[in-house]
């Protein structure tokens, strides 16, 4: 499932979809942070309720509309034992239904300057994709193969191609942030690349997926690249993989 952006949106989508008795992944922007912890934390006790009564497991990765707090264990945030919620982290890999599925979430948000002055701010400066080939040689030495990747943001070669510029409304941002100082448009550049090299890190050493799913960009697109099959899923989009 592509971007919600709140927990109430999902729980819509799903009721919508008539979703049961499946494993869901969502690819991140899951909404987690937008509002007190204590309310979050109670969303998501009312969630895992509704999805066990759905015989739905979840499967989630932090976007950049998610506080990193809830997936990153070292700021302390002793969650609850979920029965139907599983917050993955980053550069874990997990079998489902047999396929062996590699988690990598974050990315940056181009509207960070406006959330960081909100109060309480809903900018977190560690939300940005965690680029690391040393984390990533360290899971993919535990698996034979891995079948699908999952990530919020995307590689520069897959839509939208980096090579393509920056929409209108991503270059405004841009050009706000250039007035303070700020290479905006360096960074977003810098973190496409990353996934670029994430990917030929993988080809290298022979594990090279059959699916790499994201979001992010709130738009469908579909394309091949090598042997892998990129899928980029719009806004609460649904799609099944068999």
């Keep these: 499932m592509g971007d919600s952006h709140s927990v109430g949106s999902f729980k819509e989508a799903v009721k919508k979809s008539q979703l049961e008795n499946i494993n869901l992944i969502h690819v991140g922007d899951f909404g987690l942070g937008f509002n007190a912890l204590w309310y979050d934390l109670q969303q998501l006790e009312k969630l895992d309720e509704f999805l066990g009564n759905k015989g739905i497991n979840l499967y989630v990765i932090r976007g950049n509309h998610d506080n ?124 496409r690349v990353q996934l670029n090299d994430i990917y030929t890190h993988m080809i290298h050493n022979k594990k090279v997926p059959d699916l790499w799913v994201y979001g992010h960009f709130h738009r469908h697109s579909e394309e091949v690249h090598d042997k892998t099959k990129f899928v980029g899923l719009g806004i609460n989009e649904i799609v099944q993989f068999n």
Excluded: C
Aim: overall charge negative; glycine content about 4%.
């Design 68 to 191: 990193p707090i809830f997936w990153n264990r070292r700021y302390g945030l002793n969650l609850p034992k979920y029965s139907n919620i599983n917050l993955i982290d980053d550069y874990t890999i997990r079998k489902i239904e047999d396929r062996n599925i590699l988690f990598m979430g974050g990315a940056i948000s181009i509207d960070r300057l406006i959330r960081s002055r909100e109060f309480p701010p809903t900018w977190w400066i560690d939300e940005k994709f965690d680029f690391s080939t040393t984390k990533l040689s360290t899971v993919l030495s535990k698996v034979n193969k891995v079948d699908i990747v999952i990530t919020h943001t995307a590689p520069g070669f897959a839509l939208p191609y980096l090579k393509s510029g920056f929409p209108q409304l991503v270059q405004q941002f841009i050009d706000l942030e250039d007035q303070l100082g700020i290479d905006l448009e360096s960074e977003l550049h810098q973190e």
